[in-house]
């Protein structure tokens, strides 16, 4: 299967620092990348979902100044957390697609806001 | 409606047996896709198996399969001869074009299985 990475794994940061998140397709070309965020034993709640080359589309009650996601390319989007809070301490997990097909995921990034 | 229903949180089973999770789903597209993932305490969502709209029969995936009654609108996951590697979280997930063709995930179900 198609293989999606993220990195970093794992990051801690101080509150009131910004952190970015990559997100790769590694043997594929992934027209829509997704962004979710998870709280623990909580499902999967979509954040944005972005298209190469365009503006993302945020769902309802994310703040798109927070979150800024960047899909520069048909294997990259990332996700930058600003001003980072101890709320935004959550695992997040990207996805990309390849057309109209099948979704891959990354294998999560926790953020720790301290 | 709820778009995707899981009403289990947690569910146990011994090894070997078999276990189903349930999934209950809301589109009025005749098209979509229903879709089961794993998700170990490692945090990555692993895909098990597939289900058309369209599909005349049940999908399987090795130990995997997947009741589909479509009138009821369920998907129910089976899991046959559990191992204890299958303790995780499950979720079920629906793709439609009413919901902008993004998967939509249920609530999970923590499956444990006891030795």
């Known amino acids: 299967g198609a293989v999606v990475s993220q990195h970093p794994s794992r990051v801690i940061c101080k509150s009131g620092t910004s952190v970015k998140i990559e997100c790769r397709s590694l043997d594929f070309q992934a027209t829509t990348m997704f962004w979710y965020r998870q709280f623990p034993k909580q499902s999967l709640m979509l954040m944005a979902t972005s298209n190469e080359g365009s503006k993302a589309t945020y769902e309802q009650g994310v703040e798109k100044d927070k979150f800024l996601i960047n899909h520069a390319s048909l294997t990259l989007s990332t996700l930058t957390v600003t001003s980072a809070h101890p709320e935004d301490s959550s695992f997040y997990i990207c996805?990309?697609?390849?057309?109209?097909?099948?979704?891959?995921f990354g294998p999560g990034t926790r953020l720790t806001v301290t | 409606a709820q778009k995707i229903t899981q009403t289990q949180p947690g569910m146990f089973v011994q090894e070997k047996e078999a276990v189903t999770l349930d999934c209950t789903y809301d589109t009025s597209d005749p098209s979509y896709g229903l879709f089961w993932y794993k998700q170990p305490s490692s945090g990555e969502m692993i895909f098990l198996i597939y289900?058309?709209?369209?599909?005349?029969q049940n999908a399987t995936e090795g130990r995997y399969s997947l009741n589909f009654q479509k009138a009821r609108k369920s998907a129910n996951l089976v899991i046959s001869a559990s191992q204890l590697g299958d303790s995780a979280m499950y979720f079920c997930a629906m793709r439609a074009p009413e919901y902008g063709n993004k998967l939509v995930f249920g609530a999970g179900t923590i499956l444990r299985v006891k030795s």
């Open positions: 996805s990309a697609r390849a057309g109209n097909y099948e979704q891959y």
């Open positions: 289900q058309g709209s369209y599909d005349q």
